[in-house]
């Protein structure tokens, strides 16, 4: 395994699959992961030598004393299944390296090959023309057709050709280079809301994943989530369309004024 990594447990493990994320548009996977790992309360595995993938560009100034660089945290934790189906082995990567990205996603499957996992799961958003009222549907690509073949016992949406951009993409290009099986599920992501934070594709990807991965999580806290990002969305488009209409439009005693202008 890679000197870049340091373990903190060798927990014997069964069956581990693993789940990798990185922050991404709407930043559906680390919500993803982040649930996944408060609600079924993780063990620390390990981390990522952080200072081979990044270079800090400045460092923080606290009383007027210099602190130390700072760089992303990329860590492991691990769960173990007391109901005796697989173990996890979770991935949070808190940003993606501007270079070595391919290092970094040899570097992280590494350590799950250690571990003897039998797939790795990603998650990333599918940016659609689905409008923010609507329930996301989630895509499902796999590494090889056979995998494709079981994503359908869980009616996951196929969207056929597309490119997942960034680490949750390249880790399955690279799982699939060593012959082990991947899926990446997609949530429908609003092409007009990239900017923000979706937690509703990310329940929907929750619940396509603990379904798949036969495990029960509380989902309550992020359904309440959705429910305020619905809103904030709202909002949000409604100050648009208000920009629109003000940009592109004048009163009518201003384009009279004009009119009376030109006729002069």
């Given at each position: 395994m890679s000197k870049l990594v340091k373990l903190y447990a060798k927990p014997k493990l069964n069956s581990p699959?693993?789940?990798?994320?990185?922050p991404g548009i709407g930043n559906?996977?680390?919500?993803?992961?982040?649930y996944l790992e408060r609600k079924l309360v993780f063990?620390?595995?390990?981390?990522?030598?952080?200072?081979h993938f990044f270079d800090p560009i400045g460092v923080i100034v606290i009383d007027n004393v210099v602190e130390a660089p700072q760089f992303p945290q990329s860590r492991f934790y691990y769960w173990k299944n007391k109901e005796g189906g697989s173990d996890i082995i979770l991935f949070i990567g808190e940003d993606q390296p501007a270079a070595k990205g391919y290092e970094l996603a040899n570097c992280v499957l590494d350590v799950g090959l250690n571990f003897g996992i039998k797939r790795v799961?990603?998650?990333?958003?599918?940016l659609s023309r689905i409008h923010h009222t609507e329930q996301p549907a989630v895509w499902?690509?796999?590494t090889s057709q056979q995998v494709t073949e079981d994503l359908k016992r869980y009616n996951l949406v196929r969207k056929g050709n597309?490119?997942?951009?960034?680490?949750?993409?390249?880790?399955?290009?690279?799982t699939k280079e060593k012959g082990v099986e991947g899926v990446c599920l997609l949530g429908e992501v609003p092409a007009y809301a990239t900017r923000i934070q979706n937690p509703m594709a990310a329940l929907a990807i929750l619940k396509a994943l603990t379904t798949m991965l036969e495990i029960e999580i509380d989902l309550a806290e992020l359904v309440q989530?959705?429910?305020?990002?619905?809103?904030?969305?709202?909002?949000?488009?409604?100050?648009?369309?208000?920009e629109y209409i003000d940009y592109f439009t004048e009163p009518i005693w201003e384009h009279g004024e004009g009119e009376e202008e030109l006729e002069e």
């Open positions: 699959v693993m789940l990798a994320a990185w559906v996977a680390i919500i993803v992961a982040t063990k620390r595995l390990g981390e990522v030598e952080a200072s799961y990603t998650c990333a958003a599918a499902g690509v796999a597309l490119h997942i951009a960034g680490l949750n993409g390249l880790l399955l290009g690279v989530l959705a429910g305020e990002a619905k809103e904030r969305m709202k909002q949000a488009a409604a100050e648009a369309m208000g």
